[in-house]
């Protein structure tokens, strides 16, 4: 025992003060959740609100390509995707509560001017997956991870471009960096 009677010579205050410096470290926002007055634009809310909903039909389809790629790199991609959306996904959210923003943007025609449609799969595309075998379902599974991750490109680029809180522009650059490797690993699957 150290000095103060407590394991490792620590005093039993120890413990307090390091929950009281993560407390003051998650109010000041390093932890992903901007404060509500951080200076973003219409181009940063479009961003998340349109990554999110790209992510949501990403995760569907790479869980159905992880489940049923026969290909174990395709099945590897799958599953980083998966990850790597999860975590990003996770502080987009937190982003769009600190703005008051909703997490879905306005459906309405028009509302998306310059910045494409929101998603791009629809439901025959999962569906047209599920029913291919073998090789056919890994060559339409990369198709349509591919067609996703290019939708999911426009949009860091719109953001790279045009956005101006500085921590969703680092997110979509450290997203474009990722996503270039994984395209690359899936055209040369396409290829081969």
């Not at 109010?27 to 909903?53: K, Y």
């Amino acid at each position: 025992m150290g000095s103060s009677g407590a394991p490792g010579g620590r005093t039993p205050h120890a413990g307090l003060r390091f929950v009281l410096v993560c407390l003051l470290v998650l109010l000041s926002g390093a932890c992903g959740t901007p404060a509500a007055d951080a200076p973003h634009n219409d181009t940063d809310v479009m961003f998340l609100q349109m990554g999110l909903a790209q992510i949501a039909e990403g995760e569907r389809l790479a869980g159905i390509a992880e489940a049923g790629a026969g290909n174990t790199e395709i099945r590897t991609i799958a599953a980083e995707l998966r990850t790597q959306w999860s975590a990003e996904a996770a502080t987009m959210r937190d982003w769009l509560r600190g703005w008051g923003r909703p997490e879905a943007a306005d459906p309405s025609a028009g509302a998306h001017a310059g910045h494409g449609d929101l998603h791009a799969l629809r439901e025959e595309d999962f569906q047209g997956l599920s029913g291919h075998r073998g090789a056919d379902f890994d060559r339409a599974a990369v198709a349509l991870l591919l067609g996703n991750l290019h939708n999911g490109m426009e949009t860091i680029r719109m953001e790279v471009a045009g956005g101006s809180y500085p921590r969703a522009v680092d997110l979509a650059e450290r997203m474009r960096a990722a996503r270039q490797k994984q395209i690359q690993r899936l055209l040369a699957l396409a290829a081969g």
